[in-house]
């Protein structure tokens, strides 16, 4: 077992549920014993450690390695620590199997969480540091409910001329990411007694106008739209809830719908197609922004100084995109360029069995420690 895997084994181990899916006090929920164990075997490897305090009992961990003359520069290294929730107690015991490594965060993102942190303790022990670039690992909280480490992170000024974002890429360089926007929908009528419904105003079935309305005249608008890395914009809807019992009239229906975003699109222009919509409908719709965070899209530009030198080292030309949103997009508007890279694939994300190859682990790890030795 190399040392990557092994770091990778003892953090998936850890268990590191996002709160956000857990009870209170639950064993299993929080960052905070992979963010200590992340400093002690930071500390080891001759990196200065900090801690951010996010939230109550909740922090990103520092991991930094100095230049060997002055500060001239600064390159991030910023996975997540927190994992979606463990379904068994089998997905916190790491198993090898066939080139793979099984277990919860094994992909997203503990690996990238692995592969960062070995490859900035590997520059530190062989004393072949860059001359005027700080390299700093940030382990960040919270990425899989509201980016509240990232936005700590940002939110303190922090300045950094490249954020190199760990996801599962296929350790294929990500400049372009969707965003996020969830909506909460509601239409209300008028109760009667089943028996005499034409006494009363369906509420869901007023909704179901709306709903078939999101899947194909709104749907078909989405689709022709087109950006040339990720595509274009999506429309799902997710929930719906309404009614209280079969022989009353429903008075009340509410949706839940998940629009992924093209850079340029905003909240604001997102209510305005929406109003148009319903008013072409001619029903009567509450709207309600169901995320307290804004998720905005990423595109950062492939030339930009860094990102070009990332790609060359990863025999990369351009960038690519992905539908899915990360931390990038929260350090971006923050002032720090950001891109996404990391071992694994995105298909084996928050599944109950999660994995990743030990070639990505390695491939990666290797990529990395090239690239940072590089740097002026």
Not at 294 to 317: D, I, K, M, N, W
Request: with cysteine; charged share 25%; net charge positive.
């Amino acid at each position: 077992m190399t040392r990557v895997e092994k770091l990778l084994s003892e953090l998936i181990a850890l268990p590191s549920v996002n709160p956000a899916f857990l009870p209170a006090h639950h064993p299993h929920a929080g960052e905070g014993r992979v963010a200590d164990f992340i400093a002690a075997w930071g500390a080891a490897a001759g990196l200065e450690i900090e801690f951010q305090a996010v939230a109550r009992q909740r922090r990103n961990v520092l991991c930094r390695l100095p230049p060997r003359g002055l500060m001239k520069s600064r390159i991030l290294l910023a996975p997540h620590l927190d994992t979606v929730n463990v379904v068994s107690g089998e997905q916190l015991v790491p198993i090898r199997r066939a080139g793979r490594i099984h277990g919860r965060g094994a992909c997203d993102t503990k690996g990238s969480v692995a592969v960062m942190l070995a490859a900035l303790a590997d520059v530190a022990r062989t004393g072949k540091r860059p001359q005027h670039t700080e390299i700093v690992f940030a382990g960040l909280v919270d990425e899989e409910h509201a980016q509240a480490g990232a936005r700590a992170l940002a939110d303190s000024g922090y300045e950094a001329d490249l954020a190199i974002v760990g996801e599962p890429t296929r350790l294929r360089i990500v400049t372009a990411h969707k965003g996020n926007v969830w909506w909460r929908l509601e239409t209300r009528g008028r109760a009667a007694h089943g028996a005499t419904p034409h006494n009363g105003r369906n509420a869901i079935l007023e909704m179901a106008r709306v709903v078939e309305a999101l899947e194909t005249r709104y749907r078909a608008r989405l689709n022709r739209r087109r950006h040339r890395l990720l595509g274009s914009p999506t429309v799902s809807v997710g929930v719906i809830r309404g009614g209280t019992q079969a022989n009353i009239v429903p008075d009340h229906c509410e949706i839940e719908v998940d629009r992924r975003t093209l850079p340029g699109e905003t909240h604001r222009s997102l209510r305005a197609e929406l109003t148009t919509l319903f008013r072409e409908l001619g029903v009567r719709v509450k709207l309600h922004a169901a995320k307290a965070v804004e998720c905005p899209p990423l595109e950062t530009r492939s030339h930009a100084p860094f990102v070009r030198e990332f790609l060359a080292a990863a025999g990369q030309r351009t960038g690519e995109g992905v539908h899915f949103f990360c931390d990038a997009a929260v350090l971006a508007g923050g002032g720090i360029p950001s891109i996404v890279f990391g071992p694994g694939d995105i298909a084996q994300a928050h599944t109950a069995d999660e994995w990743i190859t030990t070639s990505q682990l390695e491939r990666g790890h290797a990529l990395l420690v090239r690239y940072l030795r590089s740097l002026p």
